[in-house]
């Protein structure tokens, strides 16, 4: 009964994610720009939210200080890699690239311990890359779908990595504040490059999709993920997530059309069966 009252926020969270590529994609603004613009509304809802909640800022060594914001620098680098790589490419090849994560996770937390990858996780992270060669219709360096698989691996490698060094060095400090202080870190990051200049011009319908991309997509679905949590494990919750892209694909069919290939359902299948086996593994 603990684990089943957790699901019904993970499963709004996950769909809540899922519409963050159709937003971005209806959005007429570079890719940093509308990182800026998300993390600046996010935060203002998270702060609200953590002094409702009287929450105790700070940590206790200078080490996690340093660490949070080195957290900040990936999650900006994360978002803005995500919604360039489905900006120069397709919806469904930006984030069926930036779901090898789960397989760069499972490569990365040995090395920190100065040991091997298991070969298993090593023939997974093979298979991921000849999914994501699949996807690619014609090899042309200038090709959009490459340009999009390149920035997706960014995204996926920045988004593991940040939660390797959390989930082993934050693990007992509190989830909604180290969130809200990285999306602020995130914002101090990416607003030297923003172009609010553009942003002024934008439509009010635009406006509303980068309200609801901070407020929904970003402090809902983050605060509901940090609620699920409080009900079931992290292995669980990675395991679940799994349907998120399939999802995102489909979002992305009905309301942009855009219809995936022959090659990208055949690639995006690899990739997202290398994901569910590892977070099946994990969750063994």
């Not at 311990?113 to 298991?118: L, N, T, V």
């Not at 490698?157 to 940040?162: K, L």
């Not at 202080?181 to 980068?210: D, H, K, N, S």
């Not at 995006?268 to 994990?282: D, H, K, N």
């Amino acid at each position: 009964m603990k684990s089943l009252s957790g699901l019904p926020a993970l499963y709004l969270a996950n769909v809540l994610l899922a519409i963050n590529g159709v937003w971005c994609k209806s959005i007429h603004l570079d890719a940093l720009t509308i990182t800026a613009l998300r993390c600046a509304i996010a935060a203002l809802a998270l702060i609200i939210l953590a002094s409702a909640q009287h929450t105790v800022w700070g940590f206790e060594t200078r080490n996690k200080k340093i660490l949070i914001v080195v957290l900040g620098v990936l999650m900006g680098a994360h978002w803005s890699t995500f919604f360039h790589s489905m900006q120069v490419s397709t919806l469904a090849i930006g984030i069926l690239a930036h779901y090898s994560a789960p397989v760069v996770t499972v490569i990365l937390e040995p090395l920190l311990d100065r040991k091997w990858p298991k070969i298993k996780d090593l023939l997974a992270g093979l298979l991921v890359l000849a999914g994501l060669a699949m996807m690619v219709p014609h090899w042309d360096i200038n090709s959009q779908a490459i340009a999009g698989i390149g920035f997706g691996l960014i995204s996926a490698f920045t988004f593991a990595t940040r939660n390797v060094l959390q989930r082993r060095w934050l693990q007992g400090e509190s989830g909604s504040q180290a969130m809200t202080i990285q999306v602020c870190v995130a914002l101090v990051v990416t607003l030297p490059f923003a172009q609010f200049g553009q942003a002024m011009l934008l439509p009010a319908r635009e406006w509303g999709y980068i309200i609801a991309l901070g407020l929904i997509s970003t402090a809902l679905a983050h605060t509901l993920i940090v609620v699920s949590l409080r009900a079931l494990s992290a292995k669980s919750v990675t395991l679940i997530g799994c349907f998120q892209p399939a999802l995102a694909i489909f979002l992305g069919w009905l309301l942009l059309g855009e219809v995936p290939t022959l090659t990208t359902w055949l690639g995006g299948s690899v990739i997202l069966s290398c994901a569910f086996y590892e977070a099946w593994q994990t969750r063994r």
